[in-house]
């Protein structure tokens, strides 16, 4: 399978500690998104990188939260001393691009995070 | 900032009818990007159609159409034919065409379609 692969599929943690989820994206995919999805609602944009540069976070993304790509392939999200509100599906895409051009964002399956 | 709604949690069709999920948006912009996401249950998210807004002529894919209305900023997707896989959250997106905009997608909240059979 050549598609956008996250890991792990479900996370369960107790408030307070702190979680990294890795993105794989599709090879030759430059541009990496991160994106939050709570119950019942639609994807929310996190952060953005175009191959390993941060281009662009959301104000979602409190200064709990880091993400990197290094050498431009996969991704980590790592959010530190996690709150319950932070309970969500965490979903990753990635697509080709340069400049305007519209190119397709494949997702992956999303880690489903719980913080009790 | 731009926004997009679906004013439809929920719709329901029978298997072999027709459906139209709705969607609004709003935007400052000319140049924009719209779709629509399917996210059937425990699934990723796939693309069932994108409508670009320079374009007039309405985008079409297969039993999947949509009924794009820049001046009223509405967008609609028409599904024929319902089969039982189409059963999923749909989701409408907005995404800029500007090269100063970044390029993430801006959803609304999804409507669930139930086909019954």
């Known amino acids: 399978d050549t598609g956008v692969s996250q890991n792990p599929r479900h996370k369960i943690t107790k408030r307070g500690q702190n979680v990294t989820f890795r993105c794989d994206p599709i090879?030759?995919?430059?541009?990496l998104y991160w994106y939050r999805q709570t119950l019942g609602q639609g994807p929310e944009f996190l952060t953005y990188?175009?191959?390993?540069?941060?281009?662009?976070k959301s104000r979602l993304l409190s200064d709990r939260f880091s993400a990197e790509r290094p050498k431009g392939s996969f991704s980590t999200l790592e959010i530190q001393r996690t709150e319950q509100g932070d309970s969500a599906m965490y979903l990753c895409?990635?697509?080709?691009?340069?400049?305007?051009?519209?190119?397709?964002?494949?997702f992956g399956p999303g880690t489903r995070l719980t913080v009790l | 900032a731009q926004t997009v709604t679906q004013s439809q949690p929920e719709m329901s069709v029978q298997e072999a009818e027709t459906v139209t999920l709705s969607c609004t948006y709003d935007?400052?912009?000319?140049?924009?990007?719209l779709f629509w996401y399917k996210q059937p249950p425990s699934r990723q998210m796939i693309l069932v159609i994108r409508?670009?807004?320079?374009?007039?002529q309405n985008a079409t894919e297969n039993r999947f159409s949509v009924n794009f209305q820049k001046a009223a900023k509405s967008f609609s997707l028409k599904i024929s034919d319902s089969q039982l896989g189409d059963a999923a959250m749909y989701f409408c997106?907005?995404?800029?065409?500007?090269?100063?905009?970044?390029?993430?997608?801006?959803f609304g909240s999804g409507t669930q379609l139930t086909v019954l059979p």
């Open positions: 895409a990635s697509s080709l691009g340069a400049g305007t051009s519209y190119n397709e964002q494949f």
């Open positions: 090879s030759e995919h430059n541009r």
């Open positions: 990188f175009q191959n390993e540069a941060q281009l662009e």
């Open positions: 935007t400052s912009e000319s140049d924009y990007y």
């Open positions: 409508q670009e807004a320079y374009k007039q």
């Open positions: 997106a907005y995404r800029a065409f500007s090269s100063g905009s970044a390029r993430q997608l801006t």
